[in-house]
């Protein structure tokens, strides 16, 4: 059995999907199941046994001891954490409780667990914890893309935050032994995102009829990876990964958010299009947000070269998949837009004046 933490998240939940479509092996899923996680998401699991959901937290350090011992998994893949940087600029104490102190919990919880294994199911154990290219900062237009050697620099409570557990899984793994390793990737798009982040939000909206609303100039540059080459990634590093070592996950999709945001509405105007006019003519530009990165850009060479791991799609062949995808299932966006999420929405974007 594998321990999934997040697992009723957008990557978790893909993640999960994924792995039982491709293995017999079970899947422990523990997820607090806030605005984020959604049981939805797993829906084709209900009659699988395969399957264990624990609603639980990952500070509750306790909880996590007790399932170890008894389910005895040997891995841990550690999705669970905020995600939202906006989010992260208007509440950071919940980022700092749940990225920091519950990948704390999580790894204490971890380190007993191991330390009681013997032989064999000592050896092949693995804590692998997934981060994001956020923490290394921002990058200016001619700038080489980040590599797992550059410097952390993170500018939002949410990167900060994550940089925070990223140190913390490193040091148990130099001062413990725990056998740990971590993954870096660049914005994922895919089935199941939840509507808050750009490319789900705009599609939602789009179809709304409702306006597109881009940050400033909108010329802030995004690596862009599709969940499910993400999935795979994080299978190969678990299967073979050197331990202590960090490997950066991208897409090799550097695109700027204007330009996602135009390539959604021509994707809508072809698969649905509006009695008049172009979805393009619903963008709105608003006042750009405190501290937004400018560049992020992952240098994904030493997983292809060390792990023989590439993405399979492209930016084109990705996020026309999933414009497909949220076409097909209105229901899924219908469920996740709850009241919590539209007072969110009219916080963030609505009442904003043009940029």
């Known amino acids: 059995m ?10 978790g939940a893909n993640f999960v999907l994924d792995w039982l479509a491709q293995s017999d092996e079970s899947v422990l899923n523990y997820d607090k199941l806030t605005y984020a996680g959604n049981l939805n998401n797993l829906a084709s699991l209900n009659n699988d046994a395969r399957h264990v959901f624990v609603k639980g937290d990952i500070n509750d350090s306790a909880h996590l001891c007790g399932l170890f011992f008894e389910y005895q998994p040997r891995a841990i893949i550690h999705f669970a954490a905020e995600s939202h940087v906006d989010r992260s600029i ?65 500018n939002s409570p949410y990167s900060a935050t994550k940089a925070a557990s990223d140190h913390l899984v490193r040091a148990y793994h130099h001062t413990y032994g725990l056998p740990v390793l971590t993954t870096n990737c660049s914005n994922n798009y895919g089935p199941y995102h939840f509507p808050e982040k750009l490319i789900p939000l705009m599609i939602t909206n789009a179809r709304a009829g409702k306006d597109l609303p881009v940050y400033g100039d909108g010329l802030q540059v995004r690596d862009w990876l599709y969940v499910k080459d993400h999935c795979s990634a994080i299978r190969r ?9 960090t490997y950066n996950v991208g897409g090799w999709n550097e695109q700027t958010n204007l330009s996602v945001v135009h390539t959604l509405c021509e994707l809508l105007d072809e698969l649905q299009p509006k009695a008049q006019g172009s979805y393009k003519d619903q963008i709105k530009h608003i006042t750009d947000r405190p501290g937004h990165d400018r560049r992020y850009a992952i240098d994904a060479r030493k997983i292809e070269k060390e792990l023989g791991w590439k993405p399979q799609e492209t930016f084109t062949t990705g996020l026309r998949k999933t414009v497909e995808w949220y076409l097909a ?27």
């Open 2 to 11: 594998i321990f999934v933490t997040g697992g009723a998240g957008f990557i």
């Open 90 to 154: 208007v509440g950071p104490a919940a980022f700092v409780t749940t990225n920091v102190n519950g990948t704390f919990s999580l790894l204490e919880a971890a380190r007993t667990y191991w330390q009681s294994l013997e032989g064999e199911d000592k050896e092949n154990f693995r804590f692998l914890h997934i981060s994001t290219d956020e923490v290394y900062g921002t990058l200016a237009a001619d700038d080489a893309a980040f590599s797992e050697t550059t410097a952390y620099a993170p």
């Open 237 to 245: 590093v678990l299967e073979a990964g050197r331990l202590g070592e």
């Open 329 to 355: 299932n209105d229901e899924w966006t219908k469920q996740v837009q709850s009241g919590e999420y539209l007072k969110w929405v009219a916080l963030q974007y609505e009442d904003e004046e043009e940029a």
